[in-house]
């Protein structure tokens, strides 16, 4: 395995604040707010965790010890947690649910987001969009 930094198309300030809204399907980590504009990684996912280890403990984060870094996104080649996922689901479909996904680190001060992933991409909304997009989930909840 080997942990590497994603290169991404504008630079995040990874270490503070950021904000997760999970559908079914896709993931959306809230990076930046400017003018009226949310800048966010948006992941067409199959898994995620959210939460700890904050940067004092990202040394017992079983990547640490392939060089997973500090305040960015990275990209785990080779995943032991989507290996570990596969023969989970092993007997259970003809098919495998993993195949072509990739393991996407992001870590921050106080969290970390771990993401199994058929991929990513930049986007940029408005605060109406992302409103729209909570209000049409939300509605799918109701009982009627």
Same mark, same amino acid.
């Given at each position: 395995?080997?942990?590497?930094?994603?290169? #991404?198309? =504008? *630079?995040?300030?990874?270490?503070? $604040?950021?904000?997760?809204?999970?559908?079914?399907?896709?993931?959306?980590? !809230?990076?930046?707010?400017?003018?009226?504009?949310?800048?966010?990684?948006?992941?067409?996912?199959?898994?995620?965790?959210?939460?700890?280890?904050?940067?004092?403990?990202?040394?017992?984060?079983?990547?640490?010890?392939?060089?997973?870094?500090?305040?960015?996104?990275? #990209?785990? =080649? *080779?995943?032991?947690?989507?290996? $570990?996922?596969?023969?989970?689901?092993?007997?259970?479909?003809?098919?495998? !649910?993993?195949?072509?996904?990739?393991?996407?680190?992001?870590?921050?001060?106080?969290?970390?987001?771990?993401?199994?992933?058929?991929?990513?991409?930049?986007?940029?909304?408005?605060?109406?969009?992302?409103?729209?997009?909570?209000?049409?989930?939300?509605?799918?909840?109701?009982?009627?």
């Amino acid at each position: 395995m080997q942990v590497v930094k994603v290169t #991404l198309e =504008k *630079e995040y300030k990874f270490m503070y $604040e950021n904000f997760v809204v999970s559908t079914q399907h896709a993931l959306y980590l !809230l990076l930046e707010k400017k003018g009226g504009r949310v800048s966010a990684l948006k992941f067409d996912f199959l898994y995620f965790k959210y939460g700890t280890p904050n940067d004092e403990g990202i040394g017992s984060h079983p990547m640490a010890k392939f060089g997973l870094g500090f305040y960015d996104l990275f #990209l785990v =080649k *080779e995943s032991s947690w989507i290996a $570990e996922l596969s023969q989970q689901r092993k007997g259970n479909t003809a098919w495998d !649910l993993y195949r072509g996904c990739d393991h996407y680190i992001a870590t921050f001060k106080d969290v970390t987001l771990d993401v199994v992933s058929r991929g990513f991409e930049e986007i940029t909304m408005s605060m109406e969009e992302l409103l729209d997009l909570i209000t049409k989930e939300a509605e799918s909840l109701s009982a009627d």
